[in-house]
T-cell receptor
Framework: QKEVEQNSGPLSVPEGAIASLNCTYS??????FFWYRQYSGKSPELIMS????GDKEDGRFTAQLNKASQYVSLLIRDSQPSDSATYLC???????????FGTGTRLKVLA | NAGVTQTPKFQVLKTGQSMTLQCAQD?????MYWYRQDPGMGLRLIYY???????DKGEVPNGYNVSRLNKREFSLRLESAAPSQTSVYFC???????????FGQGTRLTVV
């Protein structure tokens, strides 16, 4: 079982819709979770971090964490074509500073 | 303020050659990381350094060595390059408490 799992996609949504991206992780002791966005040919850039159960909102982005289910999600409201990218979920393994990434979900926002 | 700087940006090696990828950060971060990214495989951790003077293996360390030269610099060495090491390599750094990672622009390495 991979430590961090994501559906590779592509996930296609129409412009203006809500995009929902999901991630599961295997290390029950993990406490730190992140979402990164990566445009083709570019380096990853941080969108959100979340450390506590529940929702965290930042502009059009909402991260959701459920530690009991070992599940992290990212919602993008009012999706724009410029949101088309690969979204990477990352988890820090418990007791370490080991930063583990999922394989990413490719999002396509259709104009 | 440059953030995380990697050199070189592109490199072509012949099988068996050696090279060192350089990474430097100016954000006073304690932790630094080396990843490789291959199509469909996501980012895979090669080695990381939680703080100056320490290094630890990640998911795919075989064929690589690292040196944490000082707090700013973390280098990745390929002693005898193999075609399987053709990849895009990313260096990243993070602060111990905040933990949000910042990435360099990547090095595209081809081994022929």
């Amino acid at each position: 079982q991979k430590e961090v799992e994501q559906n590779s996609g592509p996930l296609s949504v129409p412009e203006g819709a809500i995009a929902s991206l999901n991630c599961t992780y295997s290390d029950r002791g993990s406490q730190s979770f992140f979402w990164y966005r990566q445009y083709s040919g570019k380096s990853p850039e941080l969108i959100m971090s979340i450390y506590s159960n529940g929702d965290k909102e930042d502009g059009r982005f909402t991260a959701q964490l459920n530690k009991a289910s070992q599940y992290v999600s990212l919602l993008i409201r009012d999706s724009q074509p410029s949101d088309s990218a690969t979204y990477l979920c990352a988890v820090i393994a418990s007791g370490t500073y080991k930063y583990i990434f999922g394989t990413g979900t490719r999002l396509k926002v259709l104009a | 303020n440059a953030g995380v700087t990697q050199t070189p940006k592109f490199q072509v090696l012949k099988t068996g050659q050696s090279m060192t990828l350089q990474c430097a950060q100016d954000m006073n971060h304690n932790s630094m990381y080396w990843y490789r990214q291959d199509p469909g495989m996501g980012l895979r951790l090669i080695y990381y350094s939680a703080s100056e003077g320490t290094t630890d293996k990640g998911e795919v360390p075989n064929g690589y060595n690292v040196s944490r030269l000082n707090k700013r610099e973390f280098s990745l060495r390929l002693e005898s390059a193999a075609p399987s090491q053709t990849s895009v390599y990313f260096c990243a750094s993070s602060e111990l408490l905040v933990l949000e990672a910042f990435f360099g622009q990547g090095t595209r390495l081809t081994v022929v």
